[in-house]
């Protein structure tokens, strides 16, 4: 199938005063299932575009492929899905069966074709640009995200999907969907990139590992560059030393040039002190350290029941979305409400914070002068700079700072307006307010949408550890597993 030869690419945007890249080479075959991995705001996104041409670079990038990304933009989504479909592949009318065969493998139903794209969930819409996207043959595909918006069921039909095809790059954060698609990692880490060879648990084991040695070398290195700055300042004060020595009246001739030939020894030395000193920070910095989170929970008294819902059916615009649904929520329980795409999830959360545009029949009680502490799932709302959405929060900007520098931040990011920022970062955002505010009860609707796999694990340690009262909705299977003490499953009405 051919190769991808990355030489010497550095690329960074007008914003940043530290490259995404730096003079990095790579070479892979395009037969590999590969995944970028790393915290958000490394560049993975940026990399895609790099590679369709989106983007100006310094450097060089061989290959034959003609690239395809998803998702792909839709100018009209108005349109029935037929037409959206054409207007995005090189299929003609008489082509039709060719995505069907598409759809049969991801379980997407032949009328939606003739539906308006727009009426479409999110997961059968990220359904049909995957079938879209490996229409066209001689394509390499990069997909970008693919499991947004997608259900624990939905995951798993992609995933089989994606197991059957040719190379491809994808960018995920779903452990377990990486797990069963990818070959090959490409890890985007502060200050290298690496190849591996096998799928995210193996990448997984090898970087702890790696990064355990890592911290070894680290102290040994610390050790040395104090060592090496100590000599570098000696020198340099013995050089200056004998400099105003020279200069002085008490000088000789002789003391002068036995001084010269020491000062420059001295300042060679320095020199070289000063030239490992770099070299050996530079190895400092690659290290990911991952920085224990704190929340600001207020637990109300054990076995206190904080919610309870009772044969509940939630309805928007006057249709009923799910079959009756009962369960309560006492201090410490963490409930994960499961459930396919258009279940009434989201609803019955906003159901409980009385959303006009929501009725609901049955009991739905919360228990009085609650704290709630609510992400929400869409944050599109999000913008201008941080200092102003910290007061929009009632959260100090200090000590919202200080959460996102936990959460893989880097310094200069602060300084741009949130709109300006990746996905992961804003979600990252409006995470870092939620754990700030003080709650008896989290609410969090899809939490982990485009956070990396290294906040994913952060914030399951920090749940472990403070055990606060939560009611979530999250597909990431993985994360259910770790930190549910309960699972409540919601079915579509028919």
């Not at 895609?48 to 034959?64: A, F, M, Q, S």
């Not at 000696?234 to 004998?242: A, C, D, H, I």
């Not at 929340?295 to 029941?305: G, S």
């Not at 931040?409 to 949130?418: A, K, L, P, Q, V």
Request: charged letters at 25%.
């Amino acid at each position: 199938m051919g190769t991808i030869q990355i030489q010497n690419l550095s690329f960074r945007y007008d914003n940043q005063l530290t490259p995404l890249f730096d003079h990095v080479d790579l070479q892979f075959d395009a037969s590999w299932h590969l995944g970028l991995i790393g915290r958000n705001g490394r560049g993975k996104t940026t990399l895609l575009n790099i590679l369709r041409g989106k983007l100006e670079y310094h450097g060089h990038i061989v290959t034959d492929l003609n690239f395809q990304y998803y998702p792909q933009p839709i100018d009209d989504m108005t349109q029935n899905t037929w037409n959206v479909i054409r207007s995005i592949t090189s299929l003609e009318e008489y082509d039709q069966w060719k995505i069907l065969v598409e759809f049969s493998k991801l379980e997407l139903p032949e009328d939606i074709l003739e539906r308006p794209f727009t009426t479409l969930s999110p997961g059968q819409q990220a359904k049909v640009l995957l079938a879209s996207l490996f229409i066209d043959e001689g394509n390499f595909q990069l997909i970008d995200e693919p499991t947004n918006h997608l259900d624990i069921q939905g995951r798993e039909v992609v995933a089989q999907y994606l197991q059957q095809k040719s190379g491809f790059i994808v960018i995920s954060h779903d452990r377990v969907f990486l797990d069963r698609v990818i070959d090959h990692v490409l890890s985007i880490d502060r200050a290298k990139i690496s190849l591996y060879k096998g799928n995210y648990s193996t990448w997984h084991r090898e970087k702890y590992a790696r990064d355990d040695f890592e911290r070894l070398e680290n102290e040994k290195l610390k050790d040395e560059i104090s060592r090496l700055s100590k000599t570098a300042r000696e020198k340099s004060v013995w050089s200056g030393f004998r400099e105003s020595m020279k200069n002085s009246a008490k000088d000789s001739g002789f003391v002068s040039h036995k001084a010269a030939k020491m000062m420059k020894r001295s300042k060679v030395i320095e020199a070289r002190s000063n030239k490992a000193i770099t070299e050996k920070e530079k190895l400092l910095k690659n290290l990911d350290e991952v920085t224990e989170l704190t929340m600001n929970y207020e637990p109300l008294a054990p076995k206190q029941i904080l919610v309870s819902v009772d044969d509940v059916q939630v309805k928007r615009n006057g249709v009923v979305i799910n079959q009756p649904v009962s369960f309560t929520i006492k201090t410490g329980e963490r409930v994960a409400l499961n459930g396919m795409n258009g279940a009434g999830k989201t609803t019955l959360l906003h159901a409980l914070f009385h959303d006009r545009t929501v009725t609901a029949s049955g009991k739905l009680e919360l228990q009085p002068q609650l704290k709630i502490s609510y992400l929400a799932q869409d944050l599109s709302d999000l913008h201008g700079t941080l200092d102003d959405y910290a007061a929009t929060q009632a959260v100090g900007y200090d000590e919202l700072v200080n959460v996102l520098r936990k959460l893989g931040f880097e310094r200069d990011i602060f300084e741009s307006n949130i709109e300006n920022m990746s996905m992961g970062q804003i979600r990252k955002i409006a995470l870092a307010a939620s754990l700030l505010k003080p709650a008896n009860l989290y609410i969090w609707d899809e939490p982990l949408n485009y956070l990396d796999v290294l906040t994913r694990e952060q914030l399951e340690d920090l749940i472990i550890e403070y055990k606060p009262t939560m009611l979530f909705i999250e597909h990431d299977q993985a994360f259910v597993e770790h930190v549910a003490t309960q699972q409540v499953n919601l079915i579509k009405q028919n």
